[in-house]
C-alpha cells in the first residue's frame, strides 16, 4: 500500500499531493517547521493524514531538540505544538493528535522521565498513531461495506482515500472492502474543485487499484442523480460535531441535499477521531478560508481577470438531517447522532 507519510528516523518523509496525478515525488521534512508548512501548503492533506504528520513533525522537533533540561524542553514543546496548531483549523483530527501528545508528554514528564526517555516515549506515540490511523481504516472498511449492495454505483466527493489516511481510507475505505468483498463497483469522483482532489487524488488511489472510476465535474453530480445513475454517495469528514452535523470539502453539502431530494443514501465515514463532542453543532466548527490563489488559478493558468474579488472556503457544514449513517470504526450510528455518536465514542453500547 502506498506510503502517505512515514517516520524515518531522522525525517518525516511524504507524497507530495500537490504533485499527483503527473508526478510521483516524496518532500523530505527535517524539522517541526518542514512539517507545519507542508501541512499548511497542502503536500499532506486530509483529516486524519494531517493528524498523523502533526504528531510526527511535534516528535520530529522535539527529537532535534538541544534541551538538557525538561523544563526549557517543556517551552520547545509547548512552541511546537502550537506551530503545528497554527496550520489548518478545521479538521479536528489535527487538534487531537496534537493532544495525545501533551498527554504523553505529561505522563513522561511526570514519572520523572529523562529528556531522552521523554524524546522516544514521542516518537512512539507518532508511530502509534499512524498504525492505529491504518487499522482503524481497515474495520471502518469493513463495516462500512454492509451498507453497500453487490452492485453499486458510489458517488464521493473530495479524497477520503489512503492519501487522506495513514493509508486505506476512510470514504474508500469502505469502497476498497466493499469491492474486496467481490461487490461489483463503480465510483464516480467528483472533481472537487478548486484543489481538485476528487479529479487528482482519488482518480488516482482508485484506478491504481482497479476499482472502476469516473470523473465528472462537481456541477454533474445533480443531473447523475437525476438520471438513477448514483446508488449511494460516501464522503470523509474534517469534524464531525456532538449532534451529527458534517464539515467536509466544500461541495459536500450540496451533494447532500441532492442525495436527499433522489432519495439516494449519503453516508459519511470517518474515525472516532474525527468526532469533537465538545462542539454542539457545525455552526461552532471553523471553516478554514484558503488563498485566492486556488481558485484563480490552475497551475501556472490564470482563470480569472484581476480585480474580481475570490472567496475560498475550504470546507462546508451538512447538517445531520441528510446524513444517512456516520461509519465509524466502532460501529455505525444513525440518528439521532447526539445520542449514538456519543455512545461510541465513550464506548458505550448503543
Ligand atoms: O483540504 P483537504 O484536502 O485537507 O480536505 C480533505 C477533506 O475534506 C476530506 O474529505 C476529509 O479530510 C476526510 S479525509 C479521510
Known sequence: MLPTVEWKGDSVVMIDQRKLPTTEVYVTCKTANDVAKAIKTMVIRGAPAIGVAAAM???????RSKASGTKQFATEFQKTCDLMAGTRPTAVNLFWAIDKM????????????SVDEIKQRLVAEAQRIHDEDV?????MGAHGASLVPDTARILTHCNAGALATAG???ALGV???AAGQGKKIAVLADETRPFLQGARLTAWELVKDGIPTTVITDNMAASMMRLGE??????GADRIAANGDVANKVGTYGVAVLAKEHGIP???????????LDTTDGSGIPIEERPDREVTHVGTSRLTPEGASIRNPAFDVTPAKYVTAIVTERGIARAPYDVSLAALVTGAAT
Open 57 to 63: 513533525g511535534i516528535a520530529l522537533g522535539m527529537q
Open 102 to 113: 501533551k498527554r504523553v508528554f505529561a505522563e513522561a514528564a511526570q514519572g520523572g522521565g
Open 135 to 139: 487499522a482503524n481504516c481497515r474495520t
Open 168 to 170: 486505506y481510507g476512510t
Open 175 to 177: 469502497i476498497r472492502a
Open 230 to 235: 448514483v446508488d449511494l454517495v460516501v464522503v
Open 266 to 276: 449519503f453516508y459519511v465515514a470517518a474515525p472516532i477521531s474525527t468526532i469533537d
